[in-house]
């Protein structure tokens, strides 16, 4: 099997349908991956590991109650710095 954070969010979301996976594992992974690489690329400019993790464990509560919030409940995403997020700083650059 290919690391998770390899894995298209077709897959995702299938091993979430069918509980061999779980958002809380991919998004240690993805967590994880970004961790290795961070230092060498600095990709990230707001990166919240605690609040990412709570959402995935939301996520996997409503995939278990067979409730995802929607087609892509649990796949793990970035958002451009420039993209508002309520309770974020934007940069606007």
Do not use: C, F
Request: net charge negative; no cysteine; hydrophobic share 45%.
């Amino acid at each position: 099997m290919s690391a998770l954070h390899d894995l298209s969010a077709a897959e995702l979301l299938a091993g979430y349908a069918h509980r061999s996976l779980s958002p809380v594992d991919v998004a240690r992974d993805v967590l994880e991956h970004i961790a290795r690489w961070e230092p060498h690329l600095a990709a990230t400019w707001l990166l919240r590991p605690d609040a990412a993790l709570a959402q995935a464990r939301e996520s996997e509560a409503r995939w278990l109650r067979g409730a995802p919030r929607g087609p892509l409940d649990g796949v793990p995403v970035t958002l451009k710095d420039n993209i508002a997020t309520a309770g974020d700083p934007t940069p606007l650059g």
